[in-house]
């Protein structure tokens, strides 16, 4: 017994210290959750019953949460070490996913975006960690369309991207309250509301989906803009207690990103954001000091960013990995990949 007690618990480590998780489509036509290291090779694959969309990382164990493209009703809870199913999460009936989740700094907890479909609200589901992901609390997201949601660093407060949009299984994917649609970033920690943030009412269109935190706290944030002209802007920044900053670019710049942004990332310092769009084609950074875009680059069906380093990292459905830094040897093709929308960091 005293030698079992000093097994070492495996780590990150022990499945080839990953850097990203992504979730994607294999050649065959099924679907897997991949672990990839910094030099963007594949260090583990294990199977998805459906096509998968982001990912949760365990902060201590390797132990990964794939999550269902939206509207998808289950959670794969992975042992990227063996690569068994250790369990899968069931939606409460009158919920979906919405293909996001965060666990608790002590990974004691998962949380989840989900859409009580029959109330037209926003949920968060909480489910135990420590005794089989059975689900041990709900909360409201402050708002409809909970997309994206990530935790504040050192802390367990949560900030989650509430779209503003309605849907509901009965219409499909049909949008159902456009014409008063409510996006905000709310912050909630233990179940209560500590702040939201608005946009103003001339971007009540902006759908905010995709998030990402810096070191100090910022929350980068992509939208999606559902009206009918070329939309305002598309990438933006807040922080507690300060009011929303929106990344400048010229019309044309911001009309080639076709109002759709797949993710966001902050760079390691914090100093630039990257964002892309899969139906434009293009990955775009910006200067969070100024707010301006400094850089655009090509690649088609691209979505998925990170961070790496002292630069960023993307993935494509076209099966592409791109470090941006590396010149000389950009593109790295995995033609049995297709990767889906999401490259979920393990960078703390």
Same mark, same amino acid.
């Given at each position: 017994?005293?030698?079992?007690?000093?097994?070492?618990?495996?780590?990150? #480590?022990?499945?080839?210290?990953?850097?990203?998780?992504? &979730?994607?489509?294999?050649?065959?036509?099924?679907?897997?959750?991949?672990?990839?290291?910094?030099?963007?090779?594949?260090?583990?694959?294990?199977?998805?019953?459906?096509?998968?969309?982001? !990912?949760?990382?365990?902060?201590?164990?390797?132990?990964?949460?794939?999550?269902?493209?939206?509207?998808?009703?289950?959670?794969?809870?992975?042992?990227?070490?063996?690569?068994?199913?250790?369990?899968?999460?069931?939606?409460?009936?009158?919920?979906?996913?919405?293909?996001?989740?965060?666990?608790?700094?002590?990974?004691?907890?998962?949380?989840?975006?989900?859409?009580?479909?029959?109330?037209?609200?926003?949920?968060?589901?909480?489910?135990?960690?420590?005794? $089989?992901?059975?689900?041990?609390?709900?909360?409201?997201?402050?708002?409809?369309?909970?997309?994206?949601?990530?935790?504040?660093?050192?802390?367990?407060?949560?900030?989650? #991207?509430?779209?503003?949009?309605?849907?509901?299984?009965?219409?499909?994917?049909?949008?159902?309250?456009?014409?008063?649609?409510?996006?905000?970033?709310?912050?909630?920690?233990?179940?209560?509301?500590?702040?939201?943030?608005?946009?103003?009412?001339?971007?009540?269109?902006?759908?905010?989906?995709?998030?990402?935190?810096?070191?100090? $706290?910022?929350?980068?944030?992509?939208?999606?803009?559902?009206?009918?002209?070329?939309?305002? &802007?598309?990438?933006?920044?807040?922080?507690?207690?300060?009011?929303?900053?929106?990344?400048? #670019?010229?019309?044309?710049?911001?009309? &080639?990103?076709?109002?759709?942004?797949?993710?966001?990332?902050?760079?390691?310092?914090?100093?630039?954001?990257?964002?892309?769009?899969?139906?434009?084609?293009?990955?775009?950074?910006?200067?969070? =000091?100024?707010?301006?875009?400094?850089?655009?680059?090509?690649?088609?069906?691209?979505?998925?960013?990170?961070?790496?380093?002292?630069?960023?990292? #993307?993935?494509?459905?076209?099966?592409?990995?791109?470090? =941006?830094?590396?010149?000389?040897?950009?593109?790295?093709?995995?033609?049995?990949? !297709?990767?889906?929308?999401?490259?979920?960091?393990?960078?703390?």
């Amino acid at each position: 017994m005293l030698a079992a007690g000093l097994t070492p618990k495996p780590t990150w #480590a022990d499945v080839g210290s990953p850097a990203f998780l992504s &979730a994607a489509a294999i050649s065959d036509g099924s679907y897997v959750l991949c672990g990839l290291n910094a030099n963007l090779q594949v260090r583990f694959q294990v199977p998805l019953p459906a096509r998968g969309h982001a !990912a949760a990382s365990h902060p201590i164990r390797p132990e990964a949460v794939a999550f269902a493209h939206r509207p998808g009703t289950f959670a794969v809870v992975i042992d990227c070490l063996t690569g068994a199913q250790k369990a899968i999460l069931h939606a409460p009936k009158g919920r979906h996913f919405y293909g996001h989740g965060v666990f608790s700094a002590d990974g004691g907890l998962l949380f989840t975006t989900e859409n009580d479909f029959d109330a037209g609200q926003g949920r968060i589901g909480v489910w135990g960690a420590r005794n $089989g992901y059975q689900r041990v609390d709900e909360w409201r997201s402050g708002g409809i369309g909970p997309h994206d949601i990530k935790r504040l660093p050192n802390t367990d407060t949560l900030v989650v #991207a509430n779209g503003g949009i309605d849907t509901h299984p009965d219409t499909g994917r049909t949008k159902l309250n456009i014409a008063t649609m409510a996006p905000n970033l709310s912050y909630i920690e233990d179940g209560k509301q500590l702040e939201v943030a608005r946009l103003e009412p001339t971007l009540r269109k902006s759908s905010i989906r995709h998030l990402a935190v810096n070191h100090n $706290g910022s929350v980068a944030f992509g939208m999606q803009w559902q009206g009918d002209i070329p939309a305002p &802007a598309l990438v933006g920044v807040h922080k507690r207690g300060v009011d929303i900053h929106l990344m400048r #670019a010229g019309p044309n710049q911001t009309r &080639a990103m076709r109002g759709y942004i797949g993710s966001v990332a902050f760079s390691k310092d914090g100093k630039t954001i990257a964002a892309t769009s899969p139906r434009g084609g293009l990955l775009q950074i910006f200067e969070t =000091l100024n707010q301006e875009l400094i850089a655009s680059v090509s690649i088609a069906d691209v979505s998925g960013v990170s961070m790496l380093n002292d630069t960023f990292v #993307a993935s494509s459905g076209g099966g592409i990995l791109i470090n =941006l830094a590396d010149n000389s040897n950009a593109n790295v093709a995995q033609s049995n990949f !297709a990767w889906d929308n999401h490259l979920v960091s393990l960078q703390m």
